[in-house]
């Protein structure tokens, strides 16, 4: 059993104003990312300006925060809100959803393509892989702020979590580290490394943080409102299996050039739309 | 390969759209169920526990009784089991099936009395960990 490095949630102050290691880890998150994708958007295939970045990432964000709280809300507790309902809007009190989240920054994307004549998977295959820095610095914060963690468990690196009790906890947050940050974050920026047919990455993105978050909630302590939904599945689980099912049907839709883009699309000399897998 | 028709990309990004939203209300819907009758379970189980005496009686038989007052008591305030099968608190069986979902259990262990809860599922909950977060007083 290892120790809870009891880290102060309270990184420093500016003044009289605390600042939490997790809004910290967010902002700079949100900062990497937002560099990571100037840098990304000036190769010659994506082409995509400072100005045109900074942009989509105020789509993104807004995207993220609404579809994350709209998501908590109606898969994670909507009794509690229909009863208490001015509460879905104190987003600062903890309530949030990834796959909400997801679905709120493609419809974010699709806005934002609508309006600059770009295609949405276009835009999801250039976020896609920036988006696994924010995962994985988002589950450092939860460890940091003693939540979400794992189930009751004798393993030798199982650790005691001060608000989960006295019973040694499996670190979950830190396997979803490993996998929904760095892991995915290499696979993806592996696989584009190399033109792929428009869609593919943005595909694989959804089809693998599906497949890692689906295996990791098998050791995660479900939320306590909820317990298990469905047999030993819980809500994490039944949120995870459509990203399974979908992300294949994108990745296998994007090698038939299914989302080849029009002859205006920046990221055309980028698109091997019709090429066969593997290929 | 053939190349994908403007009316295949349509209706295959309609049909994507029309499973996200069909999963996503399903998954609305199974989480409200659960959640009301999770809220329930956690509650008889709060109360259960606000009872239990948590203290070692003078002999099994003791320890016995007042776990079967207490069960009377608990009946008598709440004996809806909210999913549906079974009385919501019952003694512990030694020999027999597993208790139905959404049960509380109660039970003698060395002359102290022992409560435990199954979920909606029929798992069982960690009882550590609901003493450390009671459930809200109401939902709705």
Redesign the interface.
């Known amino acids: 059993m290892l120790p809870y490095p009891d880290i102060n949630p309270v990184g420093f102050h500016i003044g009289p104003l605390p600042v939490h290691w997790y809004g910290l880890l967010e902002i700079i998150s949100f900062v990497l990312g937002t560099l990571w994708l100037i840098r990304r958007g000036r190769r010659a295939e994506w082409s995509w300006t400072q100005e045109q970045v900074m942009d989509l990432e105020y789509y993104l964000a807004i995207g993220a925060i609404a579809g994350g709280r709209v998501g908590y809300v109606?898969?994670?507790?909507?009794?509690?809100y229909?009863?208490h309902p001015l509460q879905i809007l104190e987003v600062w009190n903890g309530g949030m959803s990834f796959h909400g989240g997801l679905?709120g920054v493609i419809l974010g994307c699709w806005i934002y393509g609508r309006r600059q004549d770009r295609a949405t998977m276009a835009i999801l295959d250039f976020v896609a892989p920036a988006a696994p820095i924010g995962l994985g610095l988002g589950r450092i914060a939860n460890f940091i702020n003693d939540q979400l963690f794992g189930?009751?468990s004798h393993l030798p690196w199982a650790i005691v979590f001060p608000?989960?009790?006295?019973?040694p906890r499996q670190p979950s947050q830190i396997y979803e580290f490993l996998l929904e940050g760095v892991l995915l974050f290499l696979i993806l920026i592996l696989y584009s490394r190399k033109p792929r047919p428009v869609g593919a990455v943005g595909a694989l993105f959804v089809l693998l943080y599906g497949i890692f978050r689906f295996l990791v909630e098998y050791t995660r302590?479900p939320d306590?409102?909820?317990?298990?939904?469905?047999?030993?599945l819980d809500?994490g689980q039944?949120?995870s299996l459509?990203m399974i099912a979908?992300g294949s049907?994108?990745l296998w839709?994007a090698y038939?050039?299914?989302?080849?883009t029009e002859p205006s699309e920046p990221r055309k000399s980028a698109a091997v739309g019709?090429r066969?897998p593997g290929s | 390969?053939t190349?994908?028709s403007p009316a295949?990309?349509r209706r295959?990004v309609r049909i994507?759209i029309a499973?996200?939203i069909l999963?996503?209300l399903f998954?609305?819907v199974?989480?409200?169920r659960?959640?009301?009758r999770?809220?329930v379970v956690?509650r008889h189980l709060e109360l259960a526990l606000a009872h239990d005496p948590r203290r070692t009686f003078a002999s099994r038989r003791a320890a016995e009784a007042a776990g079967h007052g207490l069960i009377r008591q608990l009946m008598a305030t709440s004996p809806r089991n909210p999913c549906g099968r079974g009385p919501a608190f019952q003694w512990a069986q030694s020999k027999g099936p597993k208790p139905p979902a959404c049960t509380i259990v109660i039970g003698v262990r060395h002359r102290r009395l022992l409560v435990w809860a199954y979920?909606?599922?029929g798992?069982r909950?960690?009882t550590?960990?609901?003493?450390?977060?009671p459930?809200?007083r109401?939902?709705?």
């Open positions: 109606l898969w994670y507790d909507l009794p509690f229909l009863g679905i189930r009751v608000a989960g009790g006295p019973q302590q306590i409102q909820l317990g298990f939904v469905l047999g030993r809500m039944i949120l459509p979908i049907a994108l839709w038939r050039g299914g989302f080849t019709s066969a | 390969m190349p994908v295949a990309k295959f994507l499973v996200t999963y996503g998954a609305a199974l989480a409200f659960v959640v009301v999770q809220q956690r979920d909606t599922q798992h909950m960690d550590i960990f609901e003493r450390l977060n459930p809200p109401h939902l709705l």
